[in-house]
C-alpha cells in the first residue's frame, strides 16, 4: 500500500485506489495560477470524504472548508464592529465565502492551506466566475480590497455534482470518486493471519464479489471474515453481513437469482472451513 492511500485510509476514506499519481500532476504543476483539484464522481458526499482525508494525509497546516448548501455557516472567527460610510450606510457583514476565501488568502502568504469549497452546483454562476478569478489571478477581491494568495502554498479542491463553470475547469485537474473501488486487489489469507486450508472461502468470495461486480477494501473484507467465523451460518446471514459492511454496494443486488450460486458457494467453503456439517431439519 502506498504511503498515500495508507495516510488517506487513516483520515477516513479507504478504497482499493491509489490516487498517488494524480496528486503528483496536481502538486508538481508549475504555480503560475493557484493547483486546483476538481473532485468528480458518482459517490456523493464520498467526494467530501476525499478531500478532507486527501488534506490531512498531505499535512498543509490549514485545513478551510466551505459548503454552499450549508443553510447556517458558521460565524467568522473575528466579528468586526459595524462601520459606517461618509453618507451614514452601514455596511454589510462579511459574506461567509468571502470571509473563508480571504482568510486562505492570507493564511497562504506564510503556511500550505488547503481550501474546499464543496456542493458548487448551489452557488450563484457568478460565484463560479469569482473563483474562477481567485484561480487565474491570486487573488480575492471583497468591496474593491484585494486579497493576495501565494501559489506555492495555497490548495484548492472543489466539488460540484454538476459541471463547472467552462473557464474554471480549464484551470483544474480532474480527479474521479467512484462509489466503489475500481481496482481490484488479490487478497490471499496470509494477509489475515489465516492458513492455507482458507484458500477455498478465499476463492468463493472473489467470485461472489465479482458477481455483484464489487471489490471490498481490506478493512471490510476483514470484517466479513470476522462474521464468516464467529456469526455467519447461512446465505441470509451473509447477504446482511456483506450489506452491512461494505460501501457502495446496493441491497437489491444482494438479492438477485444471479448471485444466488456464488452465496451457496461461500457457506458451503465456510462450512468445510470450519469443519461443520450441514445438518437438514425435516417438517416431521
Known sequence: MSKLRQAMTENGFESNDDYEFQVRCLLEEPTRHIRTLSIEGDSDRRKTAFAHALAQALEFPHLLYYDFTEQNPPPPEIILPPSQDELGREEPPIDPLDDIASKACALSEAEKTVLILDQ?????FREHIRIHRLVKERRWTISDAPFFAKPANLLLFLISDEPLYHSLKRYCFRVWISRVSERRIDFHPSDFDLGSDAAPLFGALIDLFSALGATPT??????????????VSDEDH??????GRCEGIAHDALRKEAVAPQLKQVIEALRQYLGTEHIELSSE
Open 120 to 124: 458548487l452546483q448551489a452557488a450563484d
Open 238 to 243: 451473509l447477504r446482511h453481513s456483506i450489506f
Open 218 to 231: 481490506r478493512s471490510e473484507l476483514g470484517r466479513i471474515l470476522d462474521d464468516l467465523q464467529l456469526r
